[in-house]
């Protein structure tokens, strides 16, 4: 059984969630709901979601299996075998949210990362994802066609791109990037020889790469652990040699060193 799940953002403006328990733990997480627009409600409303903050373990597994019974999805806090679903650590860049989980194994180290996230992330972040929803139709008439409006904006959005997150971004910089996008993207073939198959030892660069690769071209022998780390709409080639016509824009070469 996997430790964790999906992760998935719930809209809860107005809608109710319950909430059983008192004390520090409870209001912790009534902070969290109404923070998130939801309403908390007691044990007997018809609400959908539950979050159970008790002391008392055996109450908590009696009310959470009764509210289960009844449909619910629960949350039962520091008692992950008894949760349908866990909140994460959350850095907030509204309407950017970046979710930190452990499944429930630690809700200290969550917050510790969270804590780190908060200092490497900057406050334009949300401001540039306002921009970028304002002009979606203004990019689909610049790049009419999908795969170059993704590329476009990957392009962008990478490191030394105009619209760089990390770097010097304001309130005019997703429409001077669409006035000065030139559209053709040259080709680019990025060398990356894998020291290990495990995914964690990647580069900051290597993994940097497959996350913006539009083409992935891979040598037998590398795992799909590895590959999985390219973004998903990257093209995958499995090939002998490295290509001679990688093709527009920017495709990774991967190789096992040695091999």
Known sequence: M???????????????????????AADAKRRLLERAGAIPVPESDPARLAIVALEDGDEAARIAAALKAAGKLVNVVDRPELCDFTLPAIVDRSP???????????????AALRQRLEGLLPQALGPLATALAAARGAMRERFPDGRARRNAISDALGEGGALDPFGRIDAGSVDRWLANEQGARL????RIDLVSAEPDALTLRAARMLAQADRVYHRPGVPPAILDRARADAIRIACAAPPADPGEGLSVDLAMRGR
């Open 187 to 190: 080709p680019r073939l990025v």
């Open 2 to 24: 996997r430790e964790t799940g999906l992760p998935i953002i719930v809209r809860l403006d107005g809608k109710p969630v319950i909430l059983v328990g008192e004390g520090e």
């Open 96 to 110: 950017v949210l970046i979710a930190v989980a452990t499944g429930g194994a630690s809700a200290g180290l969550a």
